[in-house]
């Protein structure tokens, strides 16, 4: 007690000079505020960005993914290619759970078909392990993994999928993770307690395998709202807030006492299109009466509405330059981004000729759907492409909503024209997700909420899957990329800058995923 009273009354003495940055030198504690609610604990259930940076501070997966999103060791310190159809991965000895228990190939057999399994989920997580018919253990630290058909992707799959407690975790509902029932992983920090929509509290791991964590305790902070972050950080509320605001950029960066990271996310912010329902909803005329006919089944319409969004304005005004124009559906970083894919000109007369010649001179009417507190300026971005698309005819309102109000109607289908951000390791990957066709049994078109529909993509992809050779991948992946693009499958806008803002003695190495990993921030 007697401690606790002295450290309250150093925190105030800093606090009243002046000089917040002192406390983080006086606690072994850490607090993160981060951008967006966690929706649920379990690392099986969704797989939304936050849900998963928060899961990596208590899981840890067979691969693990670097500072710029290169697979590197993790549980697995080895994988290879036995033949074109089977994987082997070879453990690391001596991983020890939370509650003392070793980590064997058992528990990596059982967490591969959990996600498979669990009732309810809003997917995002069972597509990494459907290619695996069948899996053999060799011993406790050998498992191989075969598929019907060679998956070079299986090592980048796998880094999605976090090792679980079969003992724990056997019959455990998503439900149980939320109340730490089965919190049991093998990663840094042991779970402690959740106060949903509030904060997650973890505490370091004494038996953690690699590195021994800086920080006795964690504390994750739900802050959606920009300014309440970075007020928190600027008073000592917090270490670090993650999404800086880009509006307090320059505020931050002049300030003595705060230090700032940055790096291309691999994060792109684009719009699916409805271009499968005849009638699809929130589309009128211009008097607000059904249209008769889906304008997004036209490549006209969707390249003019690409044509009439211009993307350097979009990143110097509504991004405020902490973004990139996109042309991809991956940041230029990642595997299979494709270099030729020009970013499309801005051409509002073009574009008003495409919408006349598809039928639609004076254009028509249509909402613009987005989250307004998910992404970077995501509802300014959504507020600009309605005005760039009204100077061309089309007739827009804007609905922006929290996210996980956003993701349950996005699920329902209400929306036909929505943003959406996604990041990946691979190209390939993210067009597997968001633009093949969708279909449940092959685990494909899972976020393709517009249900795009093109063969060559789904065969190029699927082509580009199917081959363990990284090299042969990456042009099938670039090519498929490629043709996606032609047939103007997505309107992609922008890939994200992301910052970080710490206490000046704190220091973090950016990160391409977005993610706030405890164990990579130090005192300096």
């Not at 994750?220 to 950080?233: E, G, I, V, Y």
């Not at 211009?310 to 991809?328: I, Q, T, Y």
């Not at 049994?441 to 517009?450: E, I, L, R, V």
């Amino acid at each position: 007690m007697k401690h606790r009273i002295a450290l309250a009354l150093h925190h105030s003495a800093c606090a009243l000079a002046g000089i917040f940055m002192c406390a983080a030198a006086a606690a072994a504690d850490l607090s993160i505020g981060i951008s967006a609610d966690v929706t649920s604990l379990d690392p099986h259930y969704v797989a939304t960005q936050h849900n998963v940076a928060v899961g990596w501070n208590v899981f840890d997966a067979l691969t693990r993914v670097d500072e710029r999103a290169r697979i590197i060791p993790g549980i697995a310190t080895s994988w290879r290619a036995v033949n074109p159809t089977t994987w082997e991965f070879k453990l690391r000895k001596g991983v020890k759970f939370h509650d003392g228990s070793e980590l064997t190939a058992d528990d990596v057999a059982y967490s591969l078909v959990r996600p498979l399994a669990i009732a309810g989920s809003p997917g995002g997580v069972a597509v990494y392990v459907r290619r695996i018919i069948s899996k053999e253990i060799v011993d406790p630290y050998t498992i191989r993994l075969k598929t019907a058909t060679p998956y070079g992707a299986m090592p980048q799959d796998l880094n999605s999928i976090m090792i679980v407690s079969k003992k724990a975790a056997l019959n455990a509902t998503p439900a149980d993770f939320d109340s730490g029932k089965a919190m049991i992983g093998s990663g840094p920090y042991k779970f402690v307690r959740w106060a949903r929509g509030d904060r997650v509290e973890l505490a370091r791991f004494e038996g953690y395998w690699d590195k021994k964590p800086a920080w006795d305790k964690v504390t994750f902070r739900m802050m959606s709202n920009d300014p309440a972050r970075t007020a928190a950080l600027l008073s000592g509320d917090v270490d670090v807030i993650e999404n800086v605001p880009p509006s307090d950029i320059a505020r931050m960066r002049a300030n003595a006492n705060v230090r700032m990271e940055q790096t291309v996310s691999w994060r792109t912010i684009f719009f699916h299109m409805d271009q499968y329902r005849a009638q699809p909803p929130q589309v009128t005329d211009l008097d607000g009466k059904p249209l008769g006919k889906n304008p997004f089944m036209d490549v006209r319409v969707r390249r003019a509405i690409s044509k009439a969004i211009n993307r350097k304005a979009l990143v110097e005004r509504a991004m405020e330059n902490v973004a990139v124009p996109a042309s991809n559906s991956v940041s230029p970083q990642i595997f299979g981004h494709q270099a030729d894919i020009k970013i499309e000109a801005f051409d509002p007369d073009g574009a008003k000729k495409l919408l006349a010649e598809a039928g639609y001179p004076n254009g028509f009417g249509l909402t613009v759907s987005a989250p307004s507190d998910r992404y970077i300026n995501d509802d300014q971005v959504a507020q600009a492409v309605a005005q760039m698309l009204s100077r061309i005819g089309i007739k827009c309102a804007v609905e922006a909503m929290p996210f996980n109000v956003y993701l349950s109607k996005a699920r329902d289908q209400q929306f036909s024209f929505a943003m959406l951000g996604w990041g990946s390791y691979a190209a390939d990957l993210a067009l597997r997700a968001l633009l093949m066709t969708p279909n449940v049994d092959k685990g494909t078109g899972a976020w393709n909420w517009g249900r795009y529909s093109n063969p060559k993509v789904d065969k190029l992809v699927e082509d580009a899957l199917d081959t363990v050779d990284d090299k042969k991948r990456e042009a099938l992946a670039r090519e498929a990329g490629a043709a996606a693009a032609a047939d103007v499958a997505i309107i992609p806008l922008h890939h994200q800058i992301v910052t970080w803002a710490m206490k000046k003695n704190i220091a973090y190495q950016a990160r391409t995923d977005e993610r706030s990993l405890a164990q990579f921030f130090f005192p300096k």
